[in-house]
């Protein structure tokens, strides 16, 4: 059972965990297990999901490069950009909602001219058509466009704390005329694993405003944009393809062809041109996919924005509340009033059941696009698990080394083990009013013998002896009091309860008369001639540890102990073993039966009482 000391440790294990909680939500230590977690249930969410059929992608994949060559020449890839005005010149009667392009055209094509004036020639008649520019990232300083001289036909916006003279390197469309630019970019900003999660709806530039190429699409819709700078994507379907899919070249030759039946299906849908070739290297990693092709991840922001779907991080006041709400609950099951064994069953069942709770909660909360990180509350309530079982394992087991170095002296070992177990003993508050049956017994004619032989030779006796009468005490439940001189004290009801314990208490001293017959035959003739007198009474006593700082037994004392040393006085001449008449009622169960017989031996004056007593001499009944 749970003890004083126990409970300090628990409280100032409770502090503990939640300071070390505290640091853990404020240093983000456990982030790649929340990133872990979030990202299955994601995926697993993503898949119940179905992407708009109205945002498809026009993929150049490796089929697409090798089909091609029939109608782009002998080079594979980059194509003259005539085909993908051509592409655009037999899309636009199908009134496509906008064509945008994951495809860079930052430098004019000096070999074919004309194939550019001819893709700028369609362009210029189209008001659907985006196209894409990047932010590179340099360390220098004063470099790059000057963004004021851009702003107008990239779309940058000037905040309040616009820099007016502010530079970015900035890879713009330059093989289109600048009048016909509708762009935005397409950096991927992963985090801090490398993870692509988020999309941003603008970059910052010292204080300029560079709108993606999804929030432009989406805004010339007419469609309002969340504040922030950047969304969660919410994904859908089973993996990346499951956006619908054209192959370019199927497409473009449906053009050359004249196929309106293909060119139909894409009648009012946004198109978003990409490639998917490995040789362009246009992957990134997800939580759909460790090989997610860039153009998916442009498809599936836009059909966020366009839906106003997407994910939100839940507020990070929940994720701290259910936290420490975790090492609370499962610190507090080692503050239950049960043994340490039924402490740790409780806490364990305390983590699982709080852990599937907050996965549930999670992806509960999932199906309304709102993101709870648990993976941290779950981990700080396994921690905290670890570390009450650490601490009190600990505790328990020096305990138990300390009580079975203390009472392994008087009890058998194994009794303490199994009392310590079953919460019975308890090292702190051993003192207490019991009613207990004592013994004394001592060895007759010892003063005789011990003139008769050295030192050693008595020592060497006397061990022999209390060996094989102990090992009886112990083999009858008994506790073993002290040695005084030739003399042993035992008794019978404490440390561990014993409602049999005037019955074990006679057996072991009729064992013990036997023992001692059994003894004296093993040795000479001469020491042959000692014999023992044993008195038990059954009363109330006080037990526990008594002494002082320096000395500390494990004794019983009272009335009790007095008769019953006074009763072992008076076998002298009388009987081997004579028990008091409490003791002889004690053995009779609640039939009224004994298992032995007792020979009434009369009544006798015993020193410091007024009353007699009767005494009687035990013997086993023959079956």
């Known amino acids: 059972m749970v003890n004083a000391r126990s409970r300090k440790l628990t409280l100032l294990l409770i502090s503990v965990t939640l300071l070390f909680g505290c640091l853990v939500l404020v240093s983000d230590t456990f982030q790649f297990a929340d990133r872990w977690l979030s990202d299955r249930s994601v995926k697993a969410y993503a898949a119940t999901l179905t992407p708009d059929p109205d945002i498809v992608v026009l993929d150049i994949n490796e089929e697409s490069i090798e089909k091609m060559l029939r109608f782009a020449g002998a080079g594979r890839w980059p194509w003259p950009r005539s085909i993908h005005g051509e592409l655009l010149e037999g899309l636009a009667p199908f009134k496509p909602e906008a064509i945008v392009f994951d495809v860079f055209f930052s430098e004019p094509d000096q070999y074919r001219p004309d194939s550019d004036a001819y893709f700028n020639e369609v362009i210029a008649e189209l008001d659907f058509a985006y196209f894409s520019l990047l932010h590179l990232i340099s360390s220098e300083r004063n470099t790059g466009e000057r963004l004021k001289d851009v702003a107008a036909s990239a779309g940058l916006v000037a905040t309040a704390h616009a820099n007016k003279d502010a530079r970015a390197h900035l890879l713009l469309p330059h093989a289109i005329d600048e009048r016909s630019w509708r762009i935005g970019s397409i950096n991927f900003s992963p985090d801090s694993d490398g993870v692509g999660r988020r999309y941003d709806l603008y970059r910052s530039i010292q204080g300029w405003r560079l709108p993606s190429l999804p929030a432009k699409v989406i805004a010339d819709r007419g469609v309002a944009l969340p504040p922030q700078q950047s969304i969660l994507l919410r994904w859908k379907g089973q993996n990346a393809f499951s956006i619908p899919t054209f192959s370019y070249a199927d497409i473009y030759q449906a053009v050359v062809e004249n196929n309106t039946d293909t060119l139909a299906r894409l009648t009012g849908k946004i198109i978003i041109v990409?490639?998917?070739?490995?040789?362009?290297?246009?992957?990134?990693?997800?939580?759909?996919?460790?090989?997610?092709?860039?153009?998916?991840?442009?498809?599936?922001?836009?059909?966020?924005?366009?839906?106003?779907?997407?994910?939100?991080?839940?507020?990070?006041?929940?994720?701290?509340?259910?936290?420490?709400?975790a090492i609370l609950l499962v610190g507090a099951m080692f503050w239950v009033n049960v043994s340490f064994q039924h402490q740790l069953l409780l806490a364990l069942l305390c983590v699982v059941v709080l852990s599937g709770l907050f996965v549930w909660v999670s992806n509960a909360v999932l199906r309304n696009d709102v993101l709870l990180a648990v993976a941290t509350p779950v981990l700080l309530g396994i921690s905290t698990f670890l570390i009450f079982a650490l601490a009190h394992g600990l505790r328990e087991h020096l305990e138990r080394r300390q009580a079975i170095s203390l009472f392994g002296r008087f009890v058998d070992p194994a009794v303490v083990e199994s009392l310590i177990k079953s919460g019975r003993l308890d090292i702190e508050n051993t003192s207490q009013q019991a009613t207990l049956t004592v013994l004394f017994s001592d060895i007759r004619g010892f003063t005789t013998l011990s003139e008769q032989r050295s030192a050693a030779q008595i020592v060497t006796l006397l061990n022999a002896y209390f060996g094989r009468?102990?090992?009886?005490?112990?083999?009858?439940?008994?506790?073993?009091?002290?040695?005084?001189?030739?003399?042993?004290?035992?008794?019978?009801?404490?440390?561990?309860?014993?409602?049999?314990?005037?019955?074990?208490?006679?057996?072991?001293?009729?064992?013990?008369?036997?023992?001692?017959?059994?003894?004296?035959?093993?040795l000479p003739p001469d020491l042959q001639t000692f014999d023992v007198g044993i008195g038990i009474h059954t009363g109330p006593a006080v037990v526990g540890m008594i002494g002082s700082n320096e000395r500390v037994d494990y004794t019983a004392i009272g009335d009790t102990v007095n008769l019953a040393s006074r009763i072992e006085g008076l076998t002298k001449g009388k009987a081997r073993i004579l028990v008091s008449e409490d003791t002889k009622n004690a053995c009779r169960d609640a039939s009224g039966n004994t298992p032995f017989g007792f020979l009434y031996c009369g009544e006798f004056s015993v020193k410091g009482r007024e009353e007699k007593v009767q005494l009687y001499q035990p013997s086993r009944k023959i079956q």
């Open 469 to 522: 009468q102990v090992n009886i005490i112990f083999d009858h439940k008994g506790t073993l009091d002290k040695f005084i001189g030739d003399c042993i004290m035992a008794f019978w009801g404490a440390p561990a309860e014993n409602t049999n314990q005037a019955v074990d208490a006679v057996n072991a001293a009729l064992e013990m008369a036997d023992e001692l017959v059994a003894f004296r035959q093993t």
């Open 274 to 325: 990409g490639s998917t070739f490995s040789g362009l290297h246009d992957i990134r990693e997800t939580p759909i996919s460790h090989q997610h092709p860039a153009v998916y991840i442009v498809a599936t922001a836009i059909d966020n924005l366009l839906h106003g779907r997407y994910l939100s991080a839940a507020l990070p006041g929940y994720r701290w509340l259910i936290g420490l709400v």
